[in-house]
């Protein structure tokens, strides 16, 4: 289930990121407002989001729940390094999520977490996707999850079966601060309610478009663009005003709900495979 070259790949994450952003820029200017799957820049350009942060804005930009859940704790003063109830919050909501009971270790980056799962689970670790087919969470000893939550990209979570060999305390492990903690409870409970609603008929509307170049499952696009050729790929959809993924081994999303015009342009304009 793990591959190695998945930890080679978060390392190499944020130097993806900052081309896409500085390439975002160049084209456009700077980003002005995101609302649901769209982003609108400095230049007066609507972008479509097919990264959305790598999943964790995978319910769109703006407008979040679990935003204002984090206004409220905050206006409690519950701003400390004590414990509260909200530990246990997020606890249920992961096990609701994964259906299975869970012990949960908080980690400041991907990387860690993946890390430390194989440490515990060599060949039964893998990153959580809302809305990928074909796999049972329940079974999965360890499961890295990205919280959906667009503003919160120094937290991840590991979901540890419990029985399996752990230490006392994991490597790099963090404390949640508690308006955090809420946030993130009530994030995952809204991806656990779009995950009812959101069928396969609203994924495969866009497949005329998207699987010339994608492997689509499930909400999730893997390239079928050769790697040495996917910058130049993420360029022409940026030239193009879609935003996609800048990490070959980490997959774009369908923008749910938007219209199918937003493709017309690299529609009109193929890149040459």
Request: glycine residues 8%; contains cysteine; aromatic residues 12%.
């Amino acid at each position: 289930m793990w591959k190695r070259s998945a930890v080679f790949a978060i390392i190499s994450a944020m130097t993806d990121i900052d081309f896409l952003a500085g390439e975002i820029e160049k084209r456009y200017g700077t980003v002005k407002r995101a609302r649901g799957t769209f982003l609108y820049t400095a230049k007066g350009v609507r972008l479509t989001d097919m990264y959305l942060e790598g999943g964790r804005a995978a319910l769109g930009w703006g407008g979040m729940p679990a935003f204002t859940v984090f206004k409220n704790v905050l206006s409690r003063g519950l701003t400390g390094s004590f414990n509260t109830d909200f530990e246990k919050q997020i606890k249920r909501a992961v096990e609701t999520l994964l259906a299975s009971p869970r012990d949960i270790y908080v980690f400041p980056c991907t990387k860690d977490a993946l890390q430390n799962g194989i440490l515990l689970s060599k060949d039964r670790t893998s990153v959580w996707r809302p809305w990928l087919s074909g796999v049972d969470w329940s079974k999965v000893d360890c499961v890295v999850i990205e919280p959906p939550i667009a503003w919160c990209s120094a937290v991840t979570l590991l979901a540890v079966k419990p029985g399996l060999e752990v230490f006392s305390s994991l490597p790099g492990t963090r404390r949640l601060p508690p308006a955090l903690a809420a946030a993130l409870t009530r994030s995952i409970y809204d991806v656990i309610k779009a995950q009812g609603e959101r069928e396969e008929k609203g994924w495969f509307l866009y497949d005329t478009v998207l699987t010339k170049y994608w492997r689509r499952r499930g909400a999730w696009l893997y390239p079928s663009v050769p790697e040495e050729h996917y910058r130049d790929f993420v360029l022409h959809c940026l030239d193009n005003t879609l935003v996609i993924s800048p990490s070959y081994s980490k997959p774009s999303l369908v923008p749910y709900g938007a219209d199918k015009g937003v493709f017309s342009k690299l529609k009109a304009n193929p890149f040459c495979l």
